[in-house]
């Protein structure tokens, strides 16, 4: 590999030093603060975390919103049919494939986590105080925020930054990586320190936002260990699963994105099918098919309201002691995914060359989003139904809700089985994280591109997994994940600007297409005019030169008259 400047580059490295070094200090630096620090750390991010929720609220809300109509403007309008990669470019991956490693890298952990706990938070604590928990209304009602939550406006987030992200990089040939969808807006400034700065912040909230969530959800697969074996579920035990799944995210990083990362995606998808076909033949299963038919027509019905809601005509808002439902969830989940959307938005755009605007936007919202609202209406309506047969799910799942999935799959037959492939389930969505989200840092650390050296896919991905050992070890995991959340409200800001500095791209290449296009015929006229003066000029060259050799020769005449 050429050495270019500030990079290293060897057999096993090939790292961009502006971004690579201060994001590994940072992330020291990070680490050592929060662990020496301790718990003030925590609620120093928990606070700036709930200050960023009081006062820019509305304008997250806005934003997510804006993100949701653009990307569908830009579907559907004459931008659609931009093809990423140029005219001439194919997928490089089946569509089963790219559907299957859009949950990889997006919601698949998140959805095995939260998809019977939430609707029962809802059901027992619902977003408005007018509503009585643990009652019919607080369930239906409770649906649409979770809908809202993890439905279109959560992946309309990872639509703009894929599209932009696949678009810059295949369309203008820029790095993969966050600086380079400014490139309209700074032109070759993105190559400088302010490129630097956003890929550094990028990488920091990236490998803080995956090692929180595998510190987090190993919790969840400790508790299965616990239902299934007998082993304490206690911090030595989730550092050796951190180990576990760290080192098979390693064997997948390195042999790459064709290889370990699809494999793994689409036995994710082939997994979670079968889980959830087992679902629906052991469980209720009328329940589920009308529950998921009446939750879509309820979010449906109320999409815009929910989407525009800011919690301001709430009973007691104006209380000093009042807690806003809606910054403990809405504003969470909405800070979340911006923060994660470079890492998701990265892994999406590398996946996805070869596709048009309109069918990767529709691709990335509608289908994942389908299958997500059905997942989470057989998960949680399962447990709302045992809830209303008799079983208190709720108070099981309030205790502890890294539990919940296990403590569903015990009110069916064949817990046993079920429960053995919900943990291994929970463990190959989580090296699938894992190792997208390595070869995510890798690409954004060695300068945008799209392979990086086997060495360096594995330093992040054991740091990745050392990181999170450490924070679970130390307990600073909560601290890391408000602080990633915290970071929501500047990568709005990057966001919204990326959205102006796509479109403005996008229609310089049209108003380009439309001009070679309409001019056709002039260009043709055009041609034959230059040709033609180019004609006379060589005619009028030749003139000039017969007529300079006449005058020559009549100079010579004259001066052998003269002389004779």
């Given at each position: 590999?050429s050495?270019t400047?500030?990079?290293?580059s060897?057999k096993?490295?090939?790292?961009h030093?502006?971004v690579?070094?201060p994001?590994t200090i940072?992330?020291?630096l990070?680490?050592a603060?929060?662990?020496?620090?301790?718990?003030?750390?925590?609620?120093?991010?928990?606070?700036?975390?709930?200050?960023?929720?009081?006062?820019?609220g509305?304008?997250i809300i806005?934003?997510i919103?804006?993100?949701l109509?653009?990307?569908?403007?830009m579907?559907?309008s004459?931008?659609?049919?931009?093809r990423?990669?140029?005219?001439?470019?194919?997928?490089?991956?089946?569509?089963t494939?790219?559907?299957?490693m859009l949950?990889?890298?997006?919601?698949?952990?998140?959805?095995?986590f939260w998809?019977?706990?939430?609707?029962i938070?809802n059901f027992?604590s619902?977003?408005?105080?007018?509503?009585?928990p643990?009652?019919?209304?607080?369930y239906?009602?409770?649906?649409?925020?979770v809908?809202?939550?993890?439905?279109f406006?959560a992946w309309?987030v990872?639509?703009?930054?894929?599209m932009?992200l696949?678009?810059?990089t295949?369309n203008?040939k820029?790095?993969?990586?966050?600086?380079?969808?400014?490139?309209?807006?700074?032109?070759e400034?993105?190559?400088?320190?302010i490129?630097?700065?956003?890929?550094?912040?990028?990488?920091?909230?990236?490998?803080?936002?995956?090692?929180?969530?595998l510190?987090?959800?190993?919790q969840?697969?400790g508790?299965?260990?616990?239902?299934?074996?007998?082993f304490?579920?206690?911090?030595?035990?989730?550092?050796?699963?951190?180990t576990?799944i760290?080192l098979?995210?390693t064997?997948?990083?390195?042999t790459g994105l064709?290889?370990?990362?699809?494999?793994l995606?689409?036995?994710?998808l082939n997994l979670a099918?079968?889980?959830?076909?087992?679902?629906?033949?052991?469980?209720?299963?009328?329940?589920?098919?009308?529950?998921?038919i009446?939750n879509l027509g309820?979010?449906?019905?109320?999409?815009?309201?929910?989407?525009?809601?800011?919690?301001?005509?709430v009973d007691?808002?104006?209380?000093?002691?009042h807690v806003d439902w809606?910054?403990g969830?809405t504003?969470?989940y909405y800070?979340w995914?911006i923060?994660?959307?470079?890492?998701?938005?990265?892994?999406?755009?590398?996946?996805?060359?070869?596709?048009?605007?309109?069918?990767?936007?529709?691709?990335?919202?509608v289908?994942p989003?389908?299958?997500t609202?059905?997942?989470?209406?057989?998960?949680?309506?399962?447990?709302?139904?045992?809830?209303?047969?008799?079983v208190?799910?709720?108070?099981?799942?309030?205790?502890?809700?890294?539990?919940s999935?296990?403590f569903l799959m015990?009110?069916?037959?064949?817990?046993?089985i079920?429960s053995?492939?919900?943990?291994?389930?929970?463990?190959s969505?989580?090296?699938?994280?894992?190792?997208?989200g390595?070869?995510?840092?890798?690409?954004i650390t060695s300068?945008?591109?799209?392979?990086a050296?086997?060495?360096?896919?594995i330093?992040?991905?054991?740091?990745?997994?050392?990181?999170?050992?450490?924070?679970l070890?130390g307990?600073?995991l909560?601290?890391?994940?408000?602080?990633?959340?915290?970071t929501?409200?500047?990568?709005?800001?990057?966001?919204v600007?990326?959205a102006f500095?796509?479109?403005?791209?996008?229609k310089?290449?049209?108003?380009?297409?439309?001009?070679k296009?309409?001019?056709g015929?002039?260009?043709?006229?055009?041609?034959?005019?230059i040709?033609?003066?180019?004609?006379?000029?060589?005619?009028?060259k030749?003139?000039?030169?017969?007529?300079?050799?006449?005058?020559?020769?009549?100079e010579?005449?004259?001066?052998k008259n003269?002389?004779n």
């Amino acid at each position: 590999m050429s050495k270019t400047k500030g990079n290293t580059s060897n057999k096993y490295f090939d790292v961009h030093g502006p971004v690579f070094w201060p994001a590994t200090i940072l992330i020291v630096l990070f680490i050592a603060i929060t662990l020496i620090v301790g718990e003030p750390i925590k609620n120093f991010f928990s606070e700036v975390q709930n200050s960023i929720s009081n006062t820019t609220g509305w304008f997250i809300i806005i934003s997510i919103n804006f993100f949701l109509f653009f990307c569908l403007y830009m579907a559907f309008s004459k931008f659609g049919k931009i093809r990423l990669g140029g005219k001439k470019a194919k997928p490089e991956f089946s569509t089963t494939a790219w559907f299957a490693m859009l949950f990889g890298a997006g919601m698949g952990i998140g959805l095995m986590f939260w998809s019977v706990a939430e609707p029962i938070y809802n059901f027992v604590s619902p977003a408005r105080p007018d509503i009585e928990p643990k009652s019919m209304e607080a369930y239906s009602e409770g649906m649409k925020y979770v809908f809202l939550h993890w439905g279109f406006h959560a992946w309309a987030v990872y639509a703009l930054v894929g599209m932009a992200l696949a678009y810059f990089t295949f369309n203008r040939k820029l790095p993969l990586a966050i600086r380079s969808v400014f490139y309209p807006i700074l032109g070759e400034r993105i190559h400088g320190r302010i490129g630097d700065v956003i890929d550094v912040l990028a990488v920091v909230a990236t490998l803080f936002g995956l090692a929180s969530s595998l510190g987090l959800g190993v919790q969840q697969v400790g508790a299965g260990m616990e239902y299934l074996f007998g082993f304490e579920n206690n911090t030595s035990l989730q550092i050796i699963l951190i180990t576990v799944i760290t080192l098979a995210a390693t064997i997948s990083v390195v042999t790459g994105l064709d290889g370990g990362v699809k494999l793994l995606s689409q036995l994710n998808l082939n997994l979670a099918t079968v889980f959830l076909l087992i679902l629906l033949i052991l469980g209720p299963t009328m329940f589920i098919l009308d529950g998921f038919i009446e939750n879509l027509g309820n979010y449906l019905g109320d999409f815009i309201k929910l989407g525009f809601w800011t919690e301001s005509y709430v009973d007691g808002k104006l209380d000093p002691n009042h807690v806003d439902w809606q910054n403990g969830w809405t504003l969470m989940y909405y800070t979340w995914w911006i923060a994660w959307s470079p890492f998701v938005g990265i892994f999406i755009a590398r996946i996805s060359k070869g596709r048009t605007i309109k069918e990767f936007v529709l691709g990335v919202l509608v289908v994942p989003t389908l299958v997500t609202f059905f997942w989470i209406s057989a998960f949680g309506g399962t447990a709302f139904f045992f809830e209303l047969t008799g079983v208190d799910m709720s108070s099981t799942i309030m205790k502890d809700v890294s539990t919940s999935l296990y403590f569903l799959m015990e009110q069916l037959p064949l817990s046993s089985i079920t429960s053995f492939l919900a943990m291994i389930l929970v463990i190959s969505f989580f090296v699938t994280s894992s190792d997208s989200g390595s070869l995510v840092v890798d690409s954004i650390t060695s300068g945008g591109k799209l392979d990086a050296p086997v060495g360096q896919r594995i330093f992040w991905a054991l740091t990745e997994g050392f990181v999170a050992a450490m924070l679970l070890y130390g307990g600073g995991l909560q601290a890391i994940q408000a602080a990633v959340i915290s970071t929501g409200l500047p990568f709005t800001v990057i966001l919204v600007l990326m959205a102006f500095s796509l479109r403005k791209a996008m229609k310089d290449e049209k108003d380009l297409d439309e001009s070679k296009s309409s001019s056709g015929k002039e260009s043709e006229d055009y041609k034959k005019v230059i040709a033609e003066i180019i004609k006379q000029q060589q005619t009028k060259k030749k003139s000039i030169v017969t007529e300079n050799q006449i005058m020559e020769n009549q100079e010579t005449a004259l001066i052998k008259n003269e002389s004779n």
